[in-house]
C-alpha cells in the first residue's frame, strides 16, 4: 500500500515527538496527531513553541518546521481515523488500580478506547500499530475488537479490514529527538508480511534497513518489556553498590568506570542515583512481575520484585540519612531542592524521585524552596497532593532562581542531573546558606572539591566519609 496518510491517537511524549520525526522525514505523508484532550491539543498549536506540552531538545525546530504542512495536531478522531492508511496507538497505558491486578497490572482501558474509535470510523484497508508498552498478548485485543466491527460490517462493497503490528518505541525522554533520528533498532511485530513492509518503507526513509528487526507480535511487545527491565536492572544493581561504596570508602564513579570497560557489560546506564523514576520503569517492571505469576513463574516474579524493592530502598535510605546527618531533625528547617524532573533534559515528572522525597522530608516537618528550570509550578502542586489535599505554601514555595534557592537553607539536596548544576559558584552560595550548611548530591554530579572549599559539608552517593 502507498501510505499517504498517518494518524496517531495519543499526543504525549511518545506520541508527539515520533510523529513529527515522521513528518520531517516524509514530506509527502500527511501526519495527524489527535488527542482526546482538548487543552494537549491546543498546546501543541500554540504560536509560542517555548509552550509545547512536551520539553525535549530540537523539539520545537522540527514542529516549528512542519505543523502546518504536514504536520497536524487536533482532536478530530473521526476525520482523521477514517482519512489514515496507517494509525498509531500512542495512549497512556498506567498500572491498574483497582480491580484484579491492582498496583501491577497495565490498564487497557485507553488502548481498548481507541481500537474501538478506530473501529468505528476506520475506511478500508488500515494498518494499526501498537506503540504504547503493553503486556504480551494485547494485539490480541486489539484484533479482537476490530475482528468484531468488519464482522458486524453489512455493506460488503465498503468492507474494513485490518492488519494490526507492534511497534514500540524505544526514545528516552531528554534524548528523545536523537533516539529516534539514530535509533539502535527499529522492532516490528506482526504476520502480515505486506503491511511490516509498509511500515518498514516508512523507517527506512531515514534508518538503514539492516537496524530494522521483524518479530512475531508477541515477541516484540515482550522485548520492549524486557529492554525496560534490563535498563532498570543495572540502575537497581549499581544503587546497591553506591551503599557498599559508601560503607567502605570505595568511589562508585571508579566502580562503574572499571566495570563498564569490560565491553561485555558495557558503560551505559551504570550512574548510581535517587533510583529510577519515569513512566515505564516502574510500570513495565510491576507488569513483568504480574505476567509471571499469572503463569506460575514465582520466583522469576520474585526476582524481578527485587529490582523494584531496592528503588523504593534507595529513596528510603537517602531521607533517612539527611534526617540523620542534620541532627536527627529537619523539622523546622528549611531545605533547598534542586531539580524536580525524573531526568535531566525533560519537564516530565511522572514516577520522579523527588515526589517521594520532597513528600517525606515535608513529612518529617521540613519546610522546602523547590527549583527546577523545566517544571512548572502546577506540574509541582499536583505532584505534592497529600491525600488529595494540596501542601499549602506554608510547606514548600517555588524558586524561579537557582541562586535564591539557597537563601538561608540548612541544606541543599540535589535531586536531577541538570547540567547547571555541574559549575555552580560555591562561594557565592555558601554566604546564602545557614550555618553549618550540608548538600546532598544524589546524583553526584556538582563540584565536590570546591563545595568542600567554600565550608559546606557534602554527602555524594557512593563516596564515603
Ligand atoms: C507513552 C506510551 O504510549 C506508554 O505505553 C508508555 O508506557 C509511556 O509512554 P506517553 O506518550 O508518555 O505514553 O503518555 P502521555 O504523555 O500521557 O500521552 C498519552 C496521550 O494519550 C495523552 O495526551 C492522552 O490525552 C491521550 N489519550 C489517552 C487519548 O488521546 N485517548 C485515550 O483514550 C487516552
Ligand atoms: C526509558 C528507556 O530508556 C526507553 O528506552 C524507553 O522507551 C522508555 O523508558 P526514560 O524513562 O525516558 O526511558 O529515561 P531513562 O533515560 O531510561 O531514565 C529512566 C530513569 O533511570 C531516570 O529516572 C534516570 O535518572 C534513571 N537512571 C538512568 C539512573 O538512575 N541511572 C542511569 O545510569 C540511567
Not at 32 to 55: A, C, H, M
Not at 124 to 142: N, W
Not at 280 to 305: M, P, R, T
Request: charged share 25%; hydrophobic share 40%.
Amino acid at each position: 500500500m502507498n501510505i499517504k496518510s498517518v494518524c496517531c491517537i495519543g499526543a504525549g511524549y511518545v506520541g508527539g515527538p515520533t510523529m513529527a520525526i515522521i513528518a520531517k522525514y516524509c514530506p509527502d505523508i500527511q501526519v495527524n496527531v489527535v488527542d482526546i484532550n482538548p487543552e494537549r491539543i491546543s498546546q501543541w498549536n500554540e504560536r509560542d513553541l517555548s509552550d509545547l506540552p512536551v520539553y525535549e531538545p530540537g523539539l520545537k525546530e522540527i514542529v516549528e518546521k512542519c505543523r502546518g504542512k504536514n504536520l497536524n495536531f487536533s482532536t478530530n478522531m473521526e476525520k482523521y481515523i477514517a482519512e489514515a492508511d496507517l494509525i498509531f496507538i500512542s495512549v497512556n497505558t498506567p498500572t491498574k488500580t483497582r480491580g484484579i491486578g491492582s498496583g501491577q497490572a497495565i490498564d487497557l482501558k485507553y488502548v481498548e478506547a481507541s481500537s474501538r474509535e478506530i473501529s468505528n470510523y476506520a475506511r478500508g484497508h488500515t494498518i494499526v500499530v501498537e506503540k504504547s508498552t503493553l503486556p504480551v498478548k494485547t494485539a490480541q485485543t486489539i484484533k479482537a475488537i476490530l475482528d468484531a466491527a468488519v464482522k458486524g460490517e453489512k455493506n460488503l462493497e465498503k468492507k474494513k479490514t485490518f492488519s494490526v503490528l507492534s511497534n514500540p518505541e524505544f526514545l528516552a525522554e531528554g534524548t528523545a529527538i536523537n533516539d529516534l533520528e539514530n535509533p539502535d533498532r527499529v522492532l516490528i511485530g506482526g504476520d502480515d508480511k505486506e503491511a511490516i513492509n509498509d511500515l518498514v518503507n516508512i523507517y527506512s526513509r531515514w534508518i538503514e534497513k539492516e537496524k530494522v528487526l521483524t518479530t512475531d507480535l508477541w515477541s516484540s511487545e515482550l522485548s520492549k518489556l524486557i529492554s525496560n527491565a534490563f535498563l532498570a536492572q543495572r540502575i537497581s544493581s549499581i544503587n546497591t553498590i553506591s551503599a557498599l561504596c559508601e560503607a567502605t570508602g570505595a568511589k562508585i564513579k571508579d566502580v562503574s568506570l572499571a566495570v563498564g570497560m569490560d565491553r561485555r557489560i558495557g558503560k551505559y546506564f551504570l550512574n548510581s542515583g535517587p533510583g529510577f523514576g519515569g513512566s515505564c520503569f516502574k510500570k513495565d517492571i510491576s507488569n513483568l512481575v504480574y505476567i509471571s505469576n499469572h503463569y506460575g513463574l514465582f520466583e522469576v516474579a520474585e526476582y524481578w520484585q527485587k529490582v523494584l524493592d531496592i528503588n523504593y530502598w534507595q529513596q528510603r535510605r537517602f531521607v533517612e540519612l539527611i534526617v540523620k546527618t542534620m541532627f536527627g531533625t529537619i523539622s523546622s528547617k528549611t531545605i533547598a531542592i534542586l531539580g524536580f524532573s525524573f531526568k535531566a533534559n525533560t519537564n516530565d515528572t511522572r514516577e520522579s524521585p523527588a515526589i517521594y522525597i520532597c513528600r517525606k522530608l515535608i513529612e518529617e516537618g521540613a519546610f522546602l524552596k523547590i527549583y527546577d528550570p523545566k517544571v512548572k509550578y502546577s506540574q509541582m502542586q499536583k505532584d505534592l497532593l497529600f491525600n488529595d489535599q494540596r501542601i499549602g505554601e506554608e510547606k514548600w514555595v517555588y524558586s524561579n532562581s537557582i541562586y535564591e534557592t539557597f537563601e538561608n537553607v540548612d541544606s541543599a539536596v540535589f535531586l536531577t542531573e541538570w547540567e547547571e548544576f555541574e559549575s555552580l559558584n560555591w562561594q557565592e552560595i555558601s554566604i546564602k546558606m545557614r550555618q553549618p550548611s550540608w548538600v546532598f548530591d544524589t546524583r553526584s554530579i556538582v563540584n565536590m572539591e570546591e563545595v568542600k572549599k567554600s565550608g559546606i559539608n557534602i554527602w555524594q552517593v557512593g563516596y564515603g566519609n
